[in-house]
């Protein structure tokens, strides 16, 4: 997918099609990490996954409720309010 760099203020970004996001269950608002991968000459996106087997989590359980947070966003930050 090409895509073009764009003036974001003072940085730059680049969109991400609606496909792309679908497929690895990402919404505005999903944390990313971002790597500069120099010696392969290219930027790597990789979602951030919000629990480890490492840290005691359940990956399956996780997923589920970063799937809730996502469906549910709008309604949760009302509730916040």
């Not at 895509?3 to 919404?27: D, T, Y």
Request: hydrophobic content about 40%; glycine content about 8%.
């Amino acid at each position: 997918m090409r895509r073009k760099i764009c003036a974001i203020g003072n940085s730059r970004g680049v969109s991400l099609p609606n496909e792309a996001l679908e497929k690895l269950k990402l919404a505005v608002g999903s944390e990313v990490d971002v790597q500069v991968d120099e010696e392969h000459g290219r930027i790597v996106i990789e979602p951030v996954k919000a629990a480890s087997y490492a840290e005691g989590g359940d990956e399956a359980f996780a997923s589920q409720v970063n799937d809730f947070i996502e469906q549910y966003k709008p309604a949760l930050k009302k509730l916040a309010e």
